[in-house]
């Protein structure tokens, strides 16, 4: 078992959709929850950051983790063409402990 | 503009020609590294530094090099390519590794 893991799509959603990202982890020690977007044949792209449990919300993305179920969550509300991607979810314990990447999730947002 | 820059961005060589693909930060991080992307395995860390002089082995290591002599600079050393090296290189930078910054890129083709 992958200590992250992502469904790798793809996800089609119709434009204004909301758009719900998933991953899991198995490491409880993990403190440290990360999204990062990738848009075809570019670097990815830090989109959320989040420590330990709760929601964070910066515009139309709200980054979830429960960590009693090690259940990481990315919402997208209004979902827009330009938000299709393919987005990856990472996560670590912190203390300068390994950074461990889900391969990604990729998203078409359909006009 | 803050940003990582590498070159060259696009790179077909032949096996066994030393090679060197630069990475540079104007963003004064102090973590740097480096990662490959293949279709199926996802984002997997090569090198990274901590410092100035302080460089560590990622997850797959094998046939690179890297060096920090500069705050900025980071270096990736093929000392002697091999098709099995041909891939989408990243450099990323940050203040820590939760929060990187990355490159536009490096296709390389090893022939």
């Known amino acids: 078992q992958k200590e992250v893991e992502q469904d790798p799509g793809p996800l089609s959603v119709p434009e204004g959709a909301i758009v719900s990202l998933n991953c899991t982890y198995s490491?409880?020690?993990?403190?440290?929850f990360m999204w990062y977007r990738q848009y075809s044949r570019k670097g990815p792209e830090l989109l959320m950051y989040?420590?330990s449990s709760g929601n964070k919300e910066d515009g139309r993305f709200t980054a979830q983790v429960d960590k009693s179920s090690k259940y990481i969550s990315l919402f997208i509300r209004d979902s827009q063409p330009s938000d299709s991607a393919t987005y990856l979810c990472?996560?670590?314990?912190?203390?300068?402990?390994?950074?461990?990447w889900g391969l990604g999730t990729s998203l078409a947002v359909n006009p | 503009e803050a940003q990582v820059t590498q070159n060259p961005r696009y790179l077909i060589t032949v096996t066994g020609k030393k090679l060197t693909v630069t990475c540079s930060q104007n963003?004064?991080?102090?973590?740097m590294s480096w990662y490959r992307q293949d279709p199926g395995l996802g984002l997997r860390q090569i090198y990274y530094?901590?410092?100035?002089?302080?460089?560590d082995k990622g997850d797959v290591p094998e046939g690179y090099k890297v060096s920090r002599k500069e705050k900025r600079n980071f270096p990736l050393i093929l000392e002697s390519p091999s098709p099995n090296q041909t891939s989408l290189y990243f450099c990323?930078?940050?203040?820590?590794?939760?929060?990187?910054?990355f490159g536009p890129g490096t296709r390389l083709l090893v022939l």
């Open positions: 990323a930078s940050g203040d820590v590794q939760e929060t990187q910054y």
């Open positions: 490491n409880s020690a993990f403190q440290y």
């Open positions: 530094s901590m410092n100035v002089e302080v460089t």
């Open positions: 963003m004064n991080h102090e973590y």
């Open positions: 989040t420590y």
């Open positions: 990472a996560s670590n314990a912190g203390n300068n402990r390994k950074l461990i």
